[in-house]
Nanobody, 119 residues
């Protein structure tokens, strides 16, 4: 079993910054892809950013140049630095971690953290 603990959400004014963290723990042999998704009210969950085990990054067009994803493999943690936040970034943000335990592959989601951008 793998547990994901997210932190860092909150209320911020437009133009502000937040940093999300997601730490994975438990029966982990290796972690491949780590990513952040978001879901706004009435909308489908969408990819925000992802990073491979090799460090390759992928971003949604709407966040390119504003958000940066990174990972600390020693801590099994993925981060999302969000700058120049806009009201349309308001959503629940979920981390996703894919890897292997000592038996099989896994694909887990965090519990979600609310990000609200408002003046």
């Amino acid at each position: 079993q793998v547990q994901l603990v997210e932190s860092g959400g909150g209320l911020v004014q437009p133009g502000g910054s937040l940093r999300l963290s997601c730490a994975a723990s438990g029966s982990i042999f290796s972690i491949n892809n780590m990513g952040w998704y978001r879901q706004a009210p009435g909308k489908q969950r969408e990819l925000v950013a992802a990073i491979t085990s090799g460090g390759r990054e992928n971003y949604a067009d709407s966040v390119k140049g504003r958000f940066t994803i990174s990972r600390d493999n020693a801590k099994n943690t993925v981060y999302l630095q969000m700058n120049s936040l806009k009201p349309e970034d308001t959503a629940v943000y979920y981390c996703n971690v894919q890897g292997r335990d000592y038996v099989t592959k896994f694909d887990y989601w965090g519990q979600g953290t609310q990000v609200t951008v408002s003046s």
